[in-house]
């Protein structure tokens, strides 16, 4: 076979680590592979975790983060930039400053709580996701629970998406995806920077295994970015990927198995 000679762009994953391999850098590093796109990871924190829920949590040193975020960027270099999990307030502060330093889009995902109901954001962190981390973002893409902790806002049906979406923006992204999963009736997610507005729409399937869909959105997202899609453009693809992933999600263990990041390559039944 001929050798490949042409670089792929390169997306970095600043998050989390899941041992399961459903949700965080394995996800994303699974998502942006499946995307065309080199995934590269810088690793905050270190959780055990299954289909049950999360175990245990050890955030990496601010010293440890920096250094492997250099390390990438420096030599490397990257078209897009997606942040996860980042667990404390001097991890978010540190991640902040070195985005702000960084000639590319960034997708944050303000990770607060995982798919089981376990912090994964301490709580005094809040403030600095709100006046550090959010303002660097090209796009946020909160979900509604993340929409709450941040704003205050409890989005109970479409009209309270808008509210949301005026919230987050008041922090200063320039774009925002309020995920409306936890809503009834159909996936819709909204996405707008204060201007144009997108409602993203998708049939609802009748899958429990969901575990890393937040990931895997942002993932997606940063990938279409990188590979030179305007905003709008990514969200649509990101949104089309995922929607496919959850169709295909299957069990692990004996709670909730993860989405298939692999779906768009499975041979068809």
């Known amino acids: 076979m001929p050798l490949r000679t042409a670089v792929p762009p390169r997306v970095l994953t600043v998050a989390g680590s899941d041992s399961g391999g459903g949700a965080g850098i394995q996800a994303d590093l699974k998502t942006m592979l499946a ?3 080199h995934g590269m990871s810088v690793l905050t924190a270190v959780t055990a975790q299954n289909s049950l829920g999360v175990q245990g949590a050890w955030e990496l040193p601010v010293d440890a983060v920096r250094a492997q975020y250099r390390s990438v960027v420096d030599d490397i270099g990257v078209q897009a930039v997606k942040t996860g999990m980042l667990a404390s307030a001097a991890l978010v502060e540190t991640v902040a400053e070195l985005l702000a330093g960084t000639d590319a889009p960034v997708v944050v995902d303000p990770v607060g709580v995982s798919k089981h109901g376990d912090a994964l954001l301490a709580a005094e962190a809040l403030d600095s996701v709100r006046t550090k ?10 979900n509604l629970d993340e929409v709450a902790q941040l704003t205050g806002v409890r989005v109970t049906d479409e009209s309270g998406m808008r509210r949301a979406a005026e919230e987050v923006l008041g922090f200063g992204p320039r774009w925002v995806v309020i995920k409306g999963g936890h809503l009834p009736g159909e996936a819709v997610d909204l996405l707008t920077d204060g201007s144009a507005e997108h409602w993203l729409r998708a049939p609802r399937h009748d899958n429990r295994h969901t575990h890393g869909t937040g990931c895997t959105l942002a993932s997606a997202i940063a990938s279409g970015l990188a590979l030179g899609m305007d905003v709008p453009t990514a969200v649509q693809g990101a949104k089309t990927y995922v929607t496919g992933a959850i169709e295909a999600g299957f069990p692990l263990g004996d709670g909730i198995g993860p989405v298939d990041h692999g779906w768009l390559t499975r041979p068809a039944d």
């Open 133 to 142: 981390l959010l303002p660097v973002a090209t796009v946020a893409t909160p």
């Open 35 to 37: 995307l065309g796109v």
